[in-house]
């Protein structure tokens, strides 16, 4: 299993970053992208072509992590048309209407009442002389709104959703399959949660989004929270994410708060960063 960090910026793009996003490699048993915040679309590209998704997994409906989902979809429907085009002597306008929109589209899991958020977005923007580039959530994906709790499979990977306390609904998503566990927390303040998403696996990429634990209603991690969630569920390493800044001063500040609670390995997540995720024994609990 492999780890490519495409995003980790919260809130907006900044400094050439995109916002969350994340793609997580099976071998051939499984391709996810975990959140789709503004510039994964991009970022995705560079890395594996669109069309090779096997899943779309959405923590919660806040911009920053679903907003480029529609970008993704038109790029989908491209990835389609550009098939047809292949096929045939069409023009490249009219491959677009040549696509079958019964083939099935890559699964996007959402919260309950994400779709609507979604038909929304999409509703903002049509094309008249194209309406089949509308459809993005009706061909490009298959769209399945989640409660917290939920499980299913991609491929050979067990996925399933944990809640956890945020100002919007949030679930973080916890992956298993034969090669490794992954945990990724999306955006949350400490909950009970957290420790079935946690518990003894291979590598949790956690959000670090504060300098302190956050006690008020929203609903975000600092980076000693994500270490001790670490220590105290056996992970194997850990990986912060969710930065309002790329300033090394303060990175190293968020890796040294979480080393001085968990002795496994910490990595300080970046666009392009690549980390394998192996099946190992888990630390010892203290």
Known sequence: MQLTVLGT??????????????????????????????GITTALSAVTPVES????????????HCYDLLPLGKALLHARAARVLAETTLEPMQALTALDASAPG???????????VLDRLAALFPVATFPLLDRAF??????????????????????????????????????ASPLGTLSYTGDTGLAEGLRGLADG??????????????????????ATDAGRIAAENGVGELVLTHFATGDPAVLHRRRAAAAAVFTGPVH???????????????????
């Not at 997540?269 to 609990?285: E, F, H, I, N, T």
């Open 106 to 116: 890559v699964p996007l899991y959402v919260p309950v009442g994400g779709r609507a």
């Open 138 to 175: 009706d061909i490009a994906f298959d769209v399945r709104e989640y409660e917290p709790g939920a499980a299913f499979t991609v491929g050979d990977c067990a996925v399933s959703l944990h809640p956890g306390r945020h100002t919007a609904p949030n679930c973080g998503a916890r992956i």
């Open 53 to 64: 998704l096997d899943a779309v997994v959405i923590s919660h409906m806040h911009a920053d």
């Open 268 to 286: 300080i997540a970046r666009p392009g960063l690549r980390l394998p995720v192996a099946a190992r024994a888990p630390l010892s609990r203290p």
């Open 9 to 38: 910026r919260s809130g907006m793009p900044a400094e050439g970053q995109p916002s969350s996003g994340y793609l997580v490699e099976a071998g051939t048993a499984g391709r996810l992208l975990l959140d789709c915040g503004p």
């Open 201 to 222: 696996v291979d590598l949790l990429l956690a959000e670090a989004t504060l300098d302190a634990t956050d006690h008020g209603p929203h609903g975000h991690l600092s």
